[in-house]
């Protein structure tokens, strides 16, 4: 799966994935109208807008992208009906050919682990059968635990060819309060980096870069260039550009010196396009369009930054 | 919440939980058949499985416990039908009068962990109305990404009276490679366990706690001992009794001179009791009845601990 994603950069020349992340305030009036008017104000009624809504954005840009990363807490927040969306939005993306990264954050003991991996990645054994369950491509891992809650992962992307996101220095302000703390004099972030490296290295695709990469955020550009180095063969996916504050200068330290190792996840700054003043003119009606001159633009700020390194 | 978990502890003189973390290996051969039969060897037949064996469970057990905490990875593992299957058991205990613990573990930057906040403890609005989704009582909460992850609960839990659990020492072997680190001389267990109790002091029950807990392992009763002076306001629980190794006596530093602020869980060592020598004799009929006997056995184990102290 890491080789498809990287053949996907390749081709689409954008390391560039979207967040599939609606709330309900981020979603056109006239979508969720029509829904409520069919499910009621229910939990039924907001998993049928957000479903619309991903539908609509992902035929604006399948495309132009190689990824989406559904964040899978906008759809539990809706209970049962919301993760149906889930379920629906992943199916429908990888029908687009679109490689699926779901942002769930899970991480737990061994055991435990074990049960997410499968319901996530993996297959699930009931009676005589394998069946998949949810079946993304990639997940994000909580490191938190230790080596047993991330192991797990491991093991299943190494089976069935799947990957993950291990959570390194993520992209919110408080970050730094665990992640930042020295421990022998080398910050947190730097020894679940290693580690990232160390599980990774049983775990390698065939284009040289492994399938447990690393999640860092995008406005912690320092860091970025520090984790580069600490784990050359890792796949960072880096959160925060756009609505958090990430430019695409940057990024630069994300990328290794093939212009491959990183993708730069947006989210609000695609899906909720049409509500800037620069791409307001697309209206809500529209709010595909908007989307899709979004990714472009940010295609375009992302490779002018390469360039110019 | 916090207060009627403890008023509940006192009534049935158990700080135990009863951990309903079922896999199909523990379910027992007539309850799947029963269910493969309904649905066939499908993501739904699991989900059913699960949930019957459950109510099993949770009849047999409902008046000697004060709580209940399924693992939502054993459910979510099977998909829309399994998270179906954790929504009826929540629904079914609280009908019951137990109180319900989510170990969901989620955890992530502000605006999304709002929406896990909202989605398990809290409300969500949808259009003109206020919904309630999963509904926990509580719910464990990691903290990797720091305060901004963890707030959002907290403002949950203050609003609705509920509570939260936040991993500090977790049970599993590897749990040392991450928070046993030295920081400042001391390690990140302490640190965390300091802003647990900073969070907590924002948010107190009447009866003297607070409604952030902790999540600490019975298989590290030294680190207990530690952390219970650390964040003396804030309720413990100690997963890792049972299967994991931990025993009676090893519980006694966990708890307050008061007799209180923490409270066992035992998950496979109680609803799995049929399949142990000890309660073979009820068979896998008499399920029930043998969890039943293991919670009576480990009340009396605890009991025993804490008047020995």
Redesign the interface.
């Known amino acids: 799966m890491i080789d498809r994603l990287i053949a996907k950069i390749k081709e689409t020349k954008a390391p560039i994935v979207v967040g599939l992340?609606p709330?309900?305030q981020l979603i056109p009036q006239w979508i969720?109208r029509a829904a409520?008017e069919e499910y009621g104000?229910?939990?039924e009624?907001?998993a049928e807008a957000v479903w619309q809504f991903n539908r609509g954005i992902v035929d604006a840009v399948c495309d132009l992208i190689p990824a989406v990363k559904p964040?899978i807490?906008?759809y539990?927040?809706?209970?049962?009906p919301?993760?149906?969306a889930f379920?629906r939005t992943v199916d429908y993306c990888r029908e687009k050919g679109l490689v699926v990264i779901g942002d769930i954050?899970?991480?737990?003991?061994?055991s435990?682990?074990e049960?997410?991996a499968?319901?996530?990645l993996g297959k699930?054994?009931?009676?005589?059968?394998l069946?998949?369950?949810?079946d993304e491509d990639f997940a994000t891992v909580?490191?938190?635990?230790?080596?047993?809650?991330v192991k797990p992962f491991v093991k299943v992307c190494q089976e069935q060819d799947k990957g993950i996101f291990v959570?390194v220095k993520?992209?919110?302000?408080?970050?730094?309060?665990?992640?930042d703390?020295?421990?022998?004099g080398r910050p947190?972030y730097e020894?679940?980096g290693e580690?990232v490296d160390a599980w990774g290295r049983e775990c390698m695709g065939r284009e040289g870069y492994s399938r447990v990469g690393a999640v860092v955020g995008a406005t912690y550009p320092e860091q970025g260039r520090i984790l580069r180095s600490v784990m050359p063969k890792a796949f960072i996916l880096v959160p925060g550009y756009g609505a958090q504050g990430g430019r695409g200068a940057d990024l630069v330290h994300f990328f290794n010196r093939d212009g491959l190792g990183a993708i730069i996840n947006s989210s609000r700054g695609i899906i909720a396009a049409y509500r800037q003043e620069k791409y307001a003119a697309y209206g809500e009606e529209r709010y595909g369009e908007a989307a899709r001159a979004a990714v472009l633009d940010m295609r375009e700020d992302i490779a002018g930054a390469l360039a110019g390194r």
Chains 1, 2 share one sequence.
């Open positions: 992340d709330t309900l969720q409520f104000e229910t939990l009624g907001a964040q807490a906008m539990e927040q809706f209970g049962v919301g993760l149906a379920q954050k899970r991480g737990d003991i061994g435990t682990s049960a997410y499968a319901g996530h699930v054994q009931v009676g005589s059968r069946c998949s369950a949810f909580n490191p938190y635990l230790g080596s047993d809650g959570l993520t992209s919110n302000p408080s970050s730094g309060e665990l992640q703390r020295l421990v022998d947190v020894l679940v580690q």
